[in-house]
Every structure is written in structure tokens, then in C-alpha cells.
């Protein structure tokens, strides 16, 4: 078995973790609201979540193709399977941390900084794809703003034509409602979230030579094996960040859940329809905090806020550095 092959297997079995972390890591944040106000019981909410997520997942590639051409290009790119491989554990590495902590950071923000950075590390900051590269980075910064501003309009709305209904009446409506609106939020999440280790391992398979043409299509193969991947991370569950996510932002009721639920899931659709990643875990708590905005300011627990939106900050620049310096070391062995 020559090196080529042996780097490219390794490189799928890496991004396939990747995709598994990520199910558990990032799809707690698509059930976190229904759990939270016991809408689903949580096993019915991670079987719910693990299926939508596979066929999210199966529905769409147009994200894998930005993430295969638009960070670097895998036809120009020297030293191509070190650089993804340095990008995909870096990454791995970075999500598992973050989960022992609870603390909902973004696998998006993980992969993209690591093979930017690792990419850096090979080649100097020419092999960025400046115009992708920034198309990225404006969606993933303007998405949670966005997310922010429509649940808080969203809830707003909801205030105005239910006010005069009864709570408890209002509360058990919503509460059926909410499993619609966790089926559609995990189905959106596995449209966006899944196609990036397709891209990834896309990535892989042209710069080694196992598919040519720079627009080439994502083998089936690879979408069912991320789908997979991920729908399995999924059952898993992580429950951490379900607590952090559905308690520690405000106190959700099934209303919060449903508004909360409804614009995170059109801000993530809208993404993948444009062929753009953005993270779900910025774009749902954002929905949560314009949510608790507008329902009660002080009812939002801003320290955790805080903390959520300081490793949002910091994920991409550690994420780079960190693929970097793994990208270095495996060149320097081998």
C-alpha cells in the first residue's frame, strides 16, 4: 500500500471523527431548547435529532464545495494531505476540549481556522484564497448578529399576538410545536454542518489525484459517510453543553424555544442555500440571547454569554496556531 493512499485513508478516518464530534459536539445545540422546557424527553430528542441530521446531511453539498475550493486551493497547495491532516486534528483536538468544559464553541470556526492555519504553515499566507476566505469569515461574524436581531424581532412578535392568551394553554401549544421546530433545527443543521468534512474530504481526494476537475462533485460515498458519521455523533448526545445552552443563557419556556428555534433554523437554511458555512452554535445562541433580549433583559444570564462569545473569539486564531505548529511537526518527521 503506497504513502499516498495510506495518508488519504487517514485523512477520511480523521474527518469522519471530525464529523462524529461534531454530531455530539454541536447538534446538543439544535435539541438543547426542546429538552430544556421538556418538550422531548431527551433519548426521544437525540433519535429525533440523529435522523434529521442524516438526512440534512444527504440533501445538500453546495457547502462541501466552498469548503473544498474557497479556503485554500487543494490544486496549488504544497505538501496538500500534511496540511489537511494537521487541520482535521487541531480541529478534533480543539472541539473535545472545549466539550469536557461545556462550553458551546464552534466546529466551524475550529475547521476553518485549522486549515488556514496549517495551510499558512505550508506555504506562507499567498495560499489563502483571500476572496473565499473572506466570503467565510463575513458569514460566520455577520450570522450571529443576524441570528441576535431575528429572534429578538421574532419573540417580539410572538409577545404582541399572545399576549392576551392563557400561559399555561400557551405554554402546552408551544411545547408540541417545539418538537416541529428541534426536527427542522437538526434538519438545518446536518444541511451545513455535515457538508464540511465532505468538503474536507473532497479536498483530499483531488489533491491526491482520486478525482480530477477543480468543480468536482462530492462522491456519494462520502456524503453517506459523513451523514453517518454524524448521525451517529448525534445519539451520543452531549449533555454538557444541552445544560449550558438550554439553562445557562436564560430560563426557556416553550415560546422562547419555538422563537428561538424558528430563526436560528432560517438564518442556517438561508447559509446553506447560498453555498456558505456558518456555525450553528453561534447562530442558535445568538437566537436564544435576542430571544431573552426581548423578553426580559435581566432575565439573561450575560456572564455565561460572556464566556460563550470570548471562545468564539479566540477558536479561530487558536484553531490556526494550533494546526500550525501540528502541521510543522509532522513535517519535520516525516
Aim: net charge positive; glycine share 8%; aromatic share 10%.
Amino acid at each position: 500500500m503506497d504513502s499516498v493512499l495510506i495518508i488519504t485513508i487517514l485523512i477520511v478516518v480523521c474527518a469522519l471523527a471530525f464529523d462524529f464530534i461534531n454530531g455530539f459536539h454541536d447538534t446538543a445545540n439544535a435539541i438543547a431548547t426542546a429538552v430544556s422546557t421538556k418538550a422531548l424527553k431527551p433519548r426521544h430528542a437525540i433519535v429525533l435529532a440523529a435522523i434529521m441530521n442524516f438526512l440534512g446531511a444527504m440533501t445538500f453539498t453546495g457547502v462541501a464545495k466552498t469548503i473544498t475550493k474557497d479556503i485554500v486551493d487543494p490544486f496549488t497547495l504544497p505538501n496538500a494531505s500534511f496540511v489537511i491532516l494537521s487541520a482535521l486534528i487541531a480541529a478534533i483536538a480543539w472541539n473535545l476540549i472545549t466539550w469536557y468544559f461545556g462550553i458551546p464553541s464552534s466546529s466551524s470556526h475550529a475547521i476553518i481556522g485549522s486549515i488556514a492555519g496549517a495551510a499558512i504553515a505550508a506555504a506562507g499566507f499567498s495560499s489563502l484564497n483571500y476572496k473565499g476566505f473572506m466570503k467565510i469569515i463575513e458569514a460566520l461574524l455577520l450570522s450571529p448578529v443576524i441570528a441576535f436581531a431575528i429572534g429578538f424581532i421574532v419573540y417580539s412578535i410572538f409577545k404582541v399576538v399572545f399576549k392576551n392568551f392563557n400561559l399555561t394553554k400557551t405554554n402546552k401549544g408551544f411545547r408540541l410545536i417545539q418538537i416541529f421546530t428541534a426536527a427542522l433545527q437538526s434538519y438545518t443543521h446536518g444541511t451545513n454542518d455535515a457538508q464540511k468534512a465532505m468538503g474536507i474530504i473532497t479536498m483530499a481526494l483531488i489533491s491526491n489525484g482520486y478525482i480530477s476537475g477543480q468543480n468536482a462533485d462530492v462522491p456519494f460515498w462520502v456524503q453517506v459517510s459523513c451523514a453517518t458519521a454524524m448521525g451517529l455523533g448525534t445519539s451520543i448526545g452531549g449533555w454538557k453543553i444541552i445544560k449550558t445552552v438550554g439553562g445557562k443563557i436564560m430560563k426557556i419556556r416553550p415560546i422562547n424555544g419555538v422563537a428561538a428555534d424558528l430563526s436560528s433554523a432560517f438564518i442556517i437554511f438561508g447559509a446553506t442555500y447560498i453555498h456558505l458555512p456558518v456555525s450553528t452554535t453561534h447562530v442558535i445562541s445568538s437566537s436564544i440571547l435576542g430571544v431573552g433580549s426581548a423578553h426580559r433583559i435581566k432575565g439573561v444570564k450575560w456572564d455565561t454569554a460572556q464566556r460563550m462569545v470570548i471562545t468564539w473569539v479566540i477558536t479561530l486564531p487558536i484553531s490556526a496556531t494550533l494546526a500550525g505548529l501540528i502541521y510543522l511537526l509532522l513535517n519535520s518527521i516525516f
